[in-house]
T-cell receptor, first 115, second 113 residues
Framework: EPEVTQTPSHQVTQMGQEVILRCVPI?????FYWYRQILGQKVEFLVS????????KSEIFDDQFSVERPDGSNFTLKIRSTKLEDSAMYFC?????????????FGPGTRLTVL | SQQGEEDPQALSIQEGENATMNCSYK?????LQWYRQNSGRGLVHLIL?????REKHSGRLRVTLDTSKKSSSLLITASRAADTASYFC?????????????FGAGTRLTVKP
């Protein structure tokens, strides 16, 4: 069964450093998403991406964040200058199309630890 | 915001008992989905119920949706210790372009053997 994959599973970085989190969505999916979950809290929407551009972003997704689909298979989330409060699980998700009965498929997540 | 909100926040039951978790949301939706998350792990999709459906079953799971009350419930019957996890409801927006999911805070279910 096709699945969303994410790498790395765990990333440790120093405050102020740049990190890139990688995701490979399911191959025929058209909509892509990033979510984050701070430890013990709920999953929060960050950004959605369609047709090679951001279609919606939350207030969390400030200028420190960017997304890219560099090669038609990977979908990346970059944090330019990490802060302590960026420590969280980051989930990538993809969806086949706009149909409302289609589920979003989530990857296993990348745990980001900012020291 | 149209985030789902689950209650209770935590639920502890004995193996074999049924577990019921509730979710409320604020605005019109296309569908509501329930996810499971083991501690520190990824999200596992359990079941999707569309806004024009009232009840759905999948194995030991039963989900109901009441759009007039903007609420949903997830029932796990004959619970097992392996059902111990956090359960989240997530809603997507009617009329939105992207159907991003908005999650509630989750119910932490503990099933004691």
């Amino acid at each position: 069964e096709p699945e969303v994959t994410q790498t790395p599973s765990h990333q440790v970085t120093q405050m102020g450093q740049e990190v890139i989190l990688r995701c490979v969505p399911i191959s025929n999916h058209l909509y892509f998403y990033w979510y984050r979950q701070i430890l013990g809290q709920k999953v929060e929407f960050l950004v959605s991406f369609y047709n090679n551009e951001i279609s919606e972003k939350s207030e969390i997704f400030d200028d420190q964040f960017s997304v890219e689909r560099p090669d038609g298979s990977n979908f990346t989330l970059k944090i330019r200058s990490t802060k302590l409060e960026d420590s969280a699980m980051y989930f990538c998700a993809s969806k086949a199309d706009h149909q409302d009965y289609n589920e979003q498929f989530f990857g296993p997540g990348t745990r980001l630890t900012v020291l | 915001s149209q985030q789902g909100e689950e209650d209770p926040q935590a639920l502890s039951i004995q193996e074999g008992e049924n577990a019921t978790m509730n979710c409320s949301y604020k605005t019109s939706i296309n569908n509501l989905q329930w996810y499971r998350q083991n501690s520190g792990r990824g999200l596992v999709h359990l079941i999707l119920i569309r806004s024009n459906e009232r009840e759905k079953h999948s194995g030991r799971l039963r989900v109901t949706l009441d759009t007039s009350k903007k609420s949903s419930s997830l029932l796990i019957t004959a619970s097992r210790a392996a059902d111990t996890a956090s359960y989240f409801c997530a809603t997507d927006a009617r009329f939105a372009n992207n159907n991003d999911m908005r999650f509630g805070a989750g119910t932490r279910l503990t099933v004691k053997p």
